[in-house]
């Protein structure tokens, strides 16, 4: 992960920095393009961001809105990215978690969507109440940050995929039938990195773990898998958003229904 946050820096020292790709002007890169371009294994480039972000963070780097950019490519230059930090990041199982994440990033987006197309039902009903219970076990166990930036890596990737996708879609073909199962392939997603969190017995329940793996595990090779007729394809609504996002549509709701 260092090598590509300084494969980066070194992309942006070159190219040129803008803070953001509709301001930049002729090579110039966004911090978030260079750190794309800089990844070598599907997945790691957001990885790689998202620890940076943290560290930035947490050096104090956005405090002072008027920073200059150059400010926070001297920070992004000089970051070193240890096995002490991701598991400071994601948790003492970040090793599984990281090879559960850069698995689906792996399929690519537009394959790893056509698989959950063709999948047979997958996901078990009650996945996001046992997704749910995991989450107090991580916050009983002071694991509550580790736990939601592991779901936020999730989160950051899917939005990205989406927007480029987007991005492509032929005006021409239905909206409806263009972002199908868009949702769904998210929330397996979730799943499974929600069972890394708490892969090789520890603490949560095995069961439980092993149930959300499942989901990811039967889209990857379903015919390693017997027809389970209590599956669904079935993802809540809004389930996908950050806790954030949620409390901000909670707190708008009884607006909208007043319109």
Do not use: K
Request: net charge negative; glycine share 6%.
């Amino acid at each position: 992960m260092t090598t590509v946050v300084q494969r980066a820096a070194e992309l942006l020292r070159v190219n040129g920095a803008a803070w953001g790709p509709q301001v930049a002007t002729g090579t110039e890169l966004s911090i978030g393009e260079a750190l794309a371009q800089a990844g070598s294994v599907p997945g790691d480039a957001t990885i790689a961001e998202m620890e940076w972000l943290r560290q930035a963070d947490r050096d104090g780097m956005y405090d002072d809105p008027n920073r200059p950019l150059d400010r926070l490519v001297q920070h992004l230059e000089a970051t070193t990215i240890t096995d002490a930090d991701l598991a400071e990041h994601l948790g003492p199982n970040w090793p599984i978690i990281v090879e559960t994440f850069t698995t689906v990033a792996a399929i690519g987006f537009d394959d790893y969507v056509a698989q959950v197309r063709r999948s047979p039902p997958m996901r078990v009903a009650d996945a996001l109440n046992i997704r749910a219970q995991l989450q107090e076990r991580a916050a009983a166990t002071g694991l509550r940050e580790q736990w939601a930036r592991s779901q936020d890596l999730v989160a950051a990737y899917f939005e990205r995929c989406i927007s480029e996708s987007l991005s492509r879609r032929d005006p021409t073909e239905p909206m409806d039938e263009y972002i199908r199962d868009w949702p769904l392939a998210q929330a397996l997603a979730h799943d499974a990195v929600a069972a890394a969190f708490f892969a090789e017995g520890t603490g949560a329940d095995e069961d439980q773990v092993e149930t959300l793996a499942r989901g990811l595990q039967i889209v990857q090779a379903p015919e390693r898998f017997d027809r389970d007729g209590s599956l669904t394809r079935t993802v809540q609504p809004g389930e996908n958003l950050s806790a954030e996002d949620a409390e901000l549509l909670d707190a708008e709701e009884p607006f909208l229904e007043d319109e």
